[in-house]
């Protein structure tokens, strides 16, 4: 079974500076690894992805994101945060294993940045 | 470009009472599937289907069903609508096949249901 865990409920930053929302995971076979962000009263909306390749990948409005195989993580990162970031984020995760074609997320972390 | 969408957004049944979710897509996605989003319990999958016809049980597919006549729409059932059942649901469709696994999900703007 694949899974995934954000194991802050909520980060707090002040505008401006750096942010990082942290994602672990754990498939069977390859992962390919996304990120999405909500908004109040809105569906998810994708931020970005790991499928192979360079280990920092770069998605959306300026976030970027680091693959990490030995530590099976995949956390969500910005250099300067915005007020407008202020949002639910959430890890989600696929795996080629199995045959199967589930999506599985995180619980959601919620980031509130500071004026 | 509609996307995803969901209707209706807002919705109150009675215990008992059976109701359907429409979702429909128009961006050809052989793959759509069902959330059900509840606070600290992230996004539960409900059913999936990687195409018409096609159609299996995710995590939590306990009261509902589901059935895909074409690829544009995969409406949920709620048979005998429960006070746990309380939720806000959410359609989400992206590429299938071997496109599956790189493609992001593209989801609705969820319909918020109460049960009483």
């Known amino acids: 079974a694949q899974s995934v865990a954000q194991p802050e409920d909520q980060v707090n930053v002040a505008e401006g500076n750096p942010l990082t929302v942290k994602c672990t995971y754990s498939?069977?076979?390859?992962?390919?690894l996304f990120w999405y962000v909500q908004y109040p009263n809105r569906g998810l909306q994708f931020l970005l992805k790991?499928?192979?390749?360079?280990?920092l990948v770069k998605g959306s409005y300026g976030f970027e994101a680091e693959f990490n195989k030995s530590q099976t993580s995949f956390h969500l990162k910005k250099p300067s945060a915005l007020v407008s970031d202020s949002a639910l984020y959430f890890c989600?995760?696929?795996?080629?294993?199995?045959?199967?074609?589930?999506?599985?997320f995180g619980t959601g972390t919620k980031l509130q940045v500071i004026p | 470009n509609a996307g995803v969408t969901q209707t209706p957004k807002f919705q109150v049944l009675k215990t008992g009472q059976s109701m359907t979710l429409q979702c429909a897509q128009d961006?050809?996605?052989?793959?759509m599937s069902w959330y059900r989003q509840d606070p600290g319990m992230g996004l539960r999958l409900i059913h999936y289907?990687?195409?018409?016809?096609?159609?299996d049980q995710g995590e939590v597919p306990n009261g509902y069903n589901v059935s895909r006549s074409t690829t544009e729409d995969f409406p949920l059932r709620l048979l005998s609508a429960a006070p746990s059942q309380t939720s806000v649901y959410f359609c989400?469709?992206?590429?299938?096949?071997?496109?599956?696994?790189?493609?992001?999900?593209?989801f609705g703007n969820g319909t918020r249901l109460t049960v009483t």
């Open positions: 989400a469709s992206s590429l299938g096949r071997t496109a599956f696994y790189n493609s992001p999900l593209h």
């Open positions: 498939v069977s076979g390859n992962p390919y």
């Open positions: 790991y499928i192979t390749g360079d280990n």
């Open positions: 989600a995760v696929r795996s080629n294993s199995g045959g199967y074609q589930k999506v599985t």
């Open positions: 961006m050809n996605h052989e793959y």
């Open positions: 289907s990687v195409g018409a016809g096609i159609t």
